[in-house]
């Protein structure tokens, strides 16, 4: 066979198969940027955004927030860390907070924590999600060291230095000097409780290893039961976080006394962390966030005055759609005649 026919053979054979796909035939929308189009279309955007935007950030004004940092007024020692390690000092902490405004239930409650880094890749990867979910499956600690097993090699239910770290702090609340109760279900994430922790899986040997950890489990409750667990387990990805502790289902009028009784179990002065108590209303945005409203705001307000830019520059320096004389080489051909 001559050679060269063998050649065209083998790229004929190469050549891929003829569609509208692999040669960019397939039909497409192309739309022409004209100037009413563009003019219209930031001024759309603008007449949109800003509405919804003073709309943001009246909601967020009108949620009512408290909060309060006790971490430092809570330790009257100067030595922090012995005192919150000592098992036997009595750790409970009054603290008295004046209502603003009118508080309207439901109430959320959130611990505030700073300078606590659970996006740190060692303390995100310690942790079983087969172990949380499985009965079974209490044996699979490979990622969950130094708090995989007891000191008597039994494995930890649940194990790793996110669940060790249970948040451990408790806050009783008073309304002029008389008690309400603070709802502590239904917290954490549904899908959370239904996919991730099962609802035959008990803790076992929890904080029972050679370190000292945070908040102990009841081994008679599930997994999927322990909402504390469940909210803490959802690691924050910047370094001050909260995360829902209950609700209080009642209102609260303003210039009440609230009296808040905290038990200041939880070390944060290792690390030089810090620790706030945050009550808040909601609204249909979720929490007191301004930035939204902001933000809304900029990009329609940026949006009307390019509008109102082109706009001018249309009126006072037209120029007719496809006039080829603009192009780069016509220009040079008529300043550059023969």
Known sequence: MDPFEMQDNSKNSNKPKYSKFTQQELPA???????????????????????????????SQEIVELID???????????KVGYIQDSKTDKSC????????????????????GD?????????????????????????????????????????????????SLFNDTYTISVNKKAIGVNKKDIAWQSDKNKKFGSDVYPRNFQNGNLIGGAKLNESIPLSEQEDLIVW???????????????????????????????????????????????????????????????YLIVGGLCLFLALVFVVLYMFKPRNLGDLSFLSWNRNTLDCPN
């Open 29 to 59: 929308c192309k739309p022409l940027l004209t100037p009413a189009i563009v003019i219209s279309a930031f001024l759309l955007v603008g007449i949109i955004f800003i509405p919804v935007g003073l709309a943001s950030l009246s909601a």
């Open 69 to 79: 940092r006790y971490d430092t007024t809570c330790v009257p020692m100067a030595d």
């Open 94 to 113: 009054i603290r008295t907070l004046t209502v603003p405004k009118h508080m309207k239930s439901p109430i959320q409650i959130y611990y505030q924590i």
């Open 116 to 164: 606590f880094y659970q996006n740190h890749r060692r303390y995100v990867k310690s942790r079983s999600d087969k172990q949380l979910r499985y009965k079974n499956a209490a044996h699979f600690t490979k990622d969950c060291e130094p708090e995989g097993y007891t000191a008597d090699g039994v494995p930890i239910v649940p194990c790793g230095l996110i669940a060790w």
């Open 233 to 295: 387990m959802r690691t924050a990805a910047l370094p001050t976080f909260r995360k829902l502790y209950g609700r209080i289902e009642t209102d609260i009028m303003a210039n009440d006394q609230l009296t808040v009784v905290i038990q200041n179990n939880y070390n944060t002065y290792s690390f030089g962390g810090s620790k706030a108590l945050v009550l808040s209303t909601t609204s249909w945005i979720g929490g007191k966030n301004n930035f939204i409203g902001v933000a």
